[in-house]
């Protein structure tokens, strides 16, 4: 039975699993993870060819702590107050990767991305593990290369069909936007990815403000511009103008749905009531992307959410839905 529901046994069999060197799909409380044995080169690879990524873009090794995450990086004092005041959690770790930590999983590169996660399931999986002798889980989202991530057990078989490992099913994710990522590698903490924990809280911690990426930084498939994209169309539309879009798309025979907080002045509009809370948002987000994917629309019309604070992972992975689904016209 695929998936299968994550009681102790099945916890036990996945890890039996990332132990032999194959893959298994997870709950975290951010978004669904593919996970293999991150000292496996096989397993790493394995990842790669499933989910159709370019090699030279590095996973998220998961660990159970931060003493597992000193096997793997150079731990500094500002990982150390970072993993303190957020691990387990939705923050990953950018630091320099120990010179005989395997580097399979880093694309090549001289740093990794470590993250602890807090979601029940993923921590007994990474402790059972551990008891196997393992160290790390590998683990992008569990979808296709470029695609709208998983929040649901059923979205990874949707996504992977026939060829998805065992998933297991750890109900709907919390957080439901992936990890926020910090750089540490390269002196002041940078920003890479905005994520499921506010960059302020961050901030506070460390008490000096985030660096935006730029041109130095290392490269990021979920900062690529198009990603996290439906098949469907997709336009980002301030709410004021909805109704008039929705007119304008009408007399030309487009079929649209709108997913907003208010009902659009159009009333017979196909409409999704969206949430009015940025982490009511985050949760429906990628779950609301892809049933609307699928509801045989010619076009998705998204009220455009508020920009930065609590609402930044949100605002960031509209933007690059509407890039990657772009309506060509
Ligand atoms: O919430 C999450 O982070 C989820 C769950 C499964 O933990 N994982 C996730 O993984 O979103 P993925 O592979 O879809 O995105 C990982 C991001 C990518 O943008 C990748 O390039 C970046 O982390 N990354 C990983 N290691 C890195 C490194 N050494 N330097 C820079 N970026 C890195
Ligand atoms: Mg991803």
């Not at 590095?58 to 005041?85: F, Y």
Request: net charge neutral; proline share 8%; charged share 25%.
């Amino acid at each position: 039975m695929n998936p299968r529901p994550a009681d102790e046994a099945a916890i036990e069999a996945a890890a039996a699993e990332l132990a032999a060197g194959r893959l298994v799909a997870f709950p975290t409380e951010t978004v669904y993870g593919l996970g293999g044995d991150a000292a496996s080169a096989e397993a790493v690879a394995a990842i790669y060819r499933l989910k159709g990524r370019p090699a030279d873009h590095p996973l998220i090794v998961h660990v159970s702590g931060a003493e597992q995450a000193r096997k793997w990086a150079r731990w500094n004092d500002a990982a150390q107050r970072l993993a303190e005041a957020f691990w387990p959690g939705p923050l990953t770790l950018i630091l320099e990767r120990q010179a005989e930590a395997p580097g399979w999983a880093c694309g090549g590169q001289a740093t990794i991305g470590l993250r602890s996660p807090s979601h029940p399931v993923a921590r007994a999986l990474l402790a059972a593990f551990e008891r196997l002798g393992g160290s790390g889980v590998a683990a992008p989202s569990a979808n296709r290369f470029g695609r709208v991530s998983p929040t649901r057990a059923s979205h990874v078989i949707d996504d992977l069909g026939d060829e998805a490992p065992l998933v297991l099913d750890g109900g709907a994710c919390g957080v439901g936007v992936e990890s926020t990522i910090v750089d540490l590698s390269r002196g002041r903490p940078v920003l890479l990815r905005p994520g499921g924990l506010d960059a302020a809280r961050i901030e506070a911690v460390l008490g000096v403000p985030l660096g935006a990426a730029d041109a130095a930084a290392p490269r990021a498939s979920g900062t690529l511009e198009a990603h996290y994209a439906p098949r469907t169309p997709l336009e980002l539309v301030p709410a004021g103008v909805i109704a008039a879009r929705l007119g304008e798309l009408a007399a030309r025979g487009i079929r649209a749905v709108v997913w907003s907080r208010s009902r659009p002045g159009r009333g017979e509009a196909a409409w999704e009531p969206a949430e009015a809370g940025s982490e009511a948002y985050a949760r429906a987000l990628y779950d609301t992307l892809r049933r609307l994917d699928r509801a045989g629309f010619d076009r998705i019309l998204i009220e455009r959410p508020p920009d930065g604070g609590d609402w930044a992972a949100v605002a960031d992975r509209l933007r690059r839905a509407a890039v990657g689904a772009p309506a060509r016209d």
